[in-house]
């Protein structure tokens, strides 16, 4: 049974800015932790197999907590919820009134409403180079796929207006509930779900409480989750609104924030 759990989110938290490396200080003190009783989860919006390759860059003790809570690594193996066809036939079809670029996902799959710039994926976090991903062609392609879907985000071509009105329609709707990594994107999760869900149901399971919890993220896809920690903490990277929902700040994720607190916290002296 583990004395503590720690859940950290990956871009903007412990990955650099590259959206893909982990400092060697980082890794070295989730390693020394692992071995005394603390349990670690990576908890973000991608999708499970993407995820799986920042975990290969730690190791296979590190659980997860992927697609912003619909997917993750429960006591009995890995537990899923589902978006809903109409909840994506609805995100899809406000999507296009702008033209904006929309993905969804399955834990093993990504699809595209279009071709999308590398680098914009990438930030999204959703997007790899070792991972491919299928275009969707129109509603009807989509409906073959749609019951397969655990989440989705929307992504800003450069207008947050744009964004703003699709976002507002879709917290209308009442068919999902919509949260964002950044403020150039909608993600877009099941109803009643999202990381802090999961956080919830991983505590009960692993008989671990609030007092013994930590958490660490950057963006408001991050706050549902630092409710059910009393260790809540934002990277000193974070959006301002996430500081203050946070019971503490530290250091960014370039200057090894995660490592810089859990030293502290658990007096982990350094040569």
Do not use: C, W
Request: aromatic share 8%.
């Amino acid at each position: 049974m583990p004395k503590y759990l720690v859940f950290m989110d990956l871009d903007g938290t412990l990955l650099e800015s590259d959206h893909k490396h982990i400092s060697e200080r980082n890794k070295l003190t989730i390693e020394f932790l692992q071995q005394r009783d603390v349990m670690f989860y990576i908890a973000t919006g991608r999708m499970y197999e993407l995820a799986k390759i920042t975990r290969a860059r730690l190791n296979s003790q590190v659980r997860m907590i992927t697609s912003n809570g619909a997917v993750f690594d429960g006591k009995d193996g890995r537990e899923i919820t589902k978006l809903g066809g109409t909840a994506v036939e609805l995100a899809y079809q406000i999507s296009q009134i702008n033209k904006l670029p929309i993905m969804f996902f399955t834990p093993e799959k990504a699809y595209f409403s279009e071709k999308i710039p590398h680098f914009i994926a990438q930030n999204a976090g959703n997007f790899d180079d070792a991972f491919g991903y299928r275009e969707i062609k129109g509603l009807s392609d989509l409906k073959k796929v749609e019951n397969e879907i655990t989440n989705g985000v929307i992504l800003s071509r450069g207008s947050m207006d744009e964004l703003d009105r699709a976002r507002v329609k879709l917290n209308a709707s009442g068919l999902l509930r919509v949260s964002s990594s950044g403020p150039d994107n909608i993600e877009m999760i099941p109803l009643n779900t999202d990381k802090g869900t999961a956080v919830k149901q991983i505590q009960q399971e692993q008989g671990v409480d609030y007092d013994h919890t930590f958490v660490f993220g950057d963006g408001m896809n991050d706050v549902g989750m630092m409710k059910e920690a009393k260790m809540s903490v934002a990277m000193g990277n974070g959006l301002e609104e996430v500081k203050k929902q946070a019971n503490y700040v530290t250091s960014t994720n370039l200057e090894d924030g995660l490592a810089v607190f859990l030293e502290k916290y658990f007096k982990i002296m350094k040569k």
